[in-house]
T-cell receptor, first 111, second 114 residues
Framework: GEDVEQSLFLSVREGDSSVINCTYT??????LYWYKQEPGAGLQLLTY?????DMKQDQRLTVLLNKKDKHLSLRIADTQTGDSAIYFC???????????FGTGTRLQVFP | SQTIHQWPATLVQPVGSPLSLECTVE??????LYWYRQAAGRGLQLLFY??????ISSEVPQNLSASRPQDRQFILSSKKLLLSDSGFYLC?????????????FGNGTRLTVT
């Protein structure tokens, strides 16, 4: 079956880069997404990447996709305290067209 | 622009009481609609999704039901709440034209069953 895994926690110093990793098992994934959830709020779409791309950059965010290893990462440059949140990766299953979420990575940014 | 409204924001209900959570979408037509539950410290579990009025699929057997009385309205209900129904409930929509279009979430409802 389809599975998406993330590490649970990441702690970084303000100003450093953060790298949040995600692995998935569905080799037929078409789209992969990164969502951000601030405390007590819904999920906010941050960025997405098509499965035929290797990299996508959007201001401070860089998404890298290694399709061979089924590994997705989100790099946040110059991490700020406002970046503290839970980050979810999600993939669209090529078999079912359904969105499969990872368990989320809690990013904590300290001064 | 499209917006999604979900209410109430928080709810405390006793065990055995009924539940009704509402979600409405504005600025789009024929959306796909979803209900997710997020248990404390865990990921998202898809509960229901709907591709049209009276077209609702349930992903997991449970104490909850969903209805879509209008194109842009999605309701999550229960006749008798259980303690295990506590959690953070999220409504979401996506454009029906493509199953690959991203989901857009409401702000969620924090439900505590006591």
């Amino acid at each position: 079956g389809e599975d998406v895994e993330q590490s649970l926690f990441l702690s970084v110093r303000e100003g450093d880069s953060s790298v949040i990793n995600c692995t998935y098992t569905d080799s037929s994934s078409t789209y992969l997404y990164w969502y951000k959830q601030e405390p007590g709020a819904g999920l906010q779409l941050l960025t997405y990447i098509f499965s035929n791309m290797d990299m996508k950059q959007d201001q401070r965010l860089t998404v890298l996709l290694n399709k061979k290893d089924k590994h997705l990462s989100l790099r946040i440059a110059d991490t700020q305290t406002g970046d503290s949140a839970i980050y979810f990766c999600a993939e669209v299953s090529g078999n079912t067209d359904k969105l499969i979420f990872g368990t989320g990575t809690r990013l904590q940014v300290f001064p | 622009s499209q917006t999604i409204h979900q209410w109430p924001a928080t709810l405390v209900q006793p065990v055995g009481s009924p539940l009704s959570l509402e979600c409405t979408v504005e600025g789009t037509s024929n959306p796909n609609l979803y209900w997710y539950r997020q248990a404390a410290g865990r990921g998202l579990q898809l509960l229901f999704y709907s591709i049209g009025i009276d077209q609702i699929s349930s992903e997991v057997p449970q104490n909850l039901s969903a209805s879509r009385p209008q194109d842009r309205q999605f309701i999550l209900s229960s006749k008798k709440l259980l303690l295990s129904d506590s959690g953070f409930y999220l409504c979401a929509w996506s454009a029906r034209a493509s199953y690959n279009s991203p989901l857009h979430f409401g702000n969620g409802t924090r439900l505590t069953v006591t």
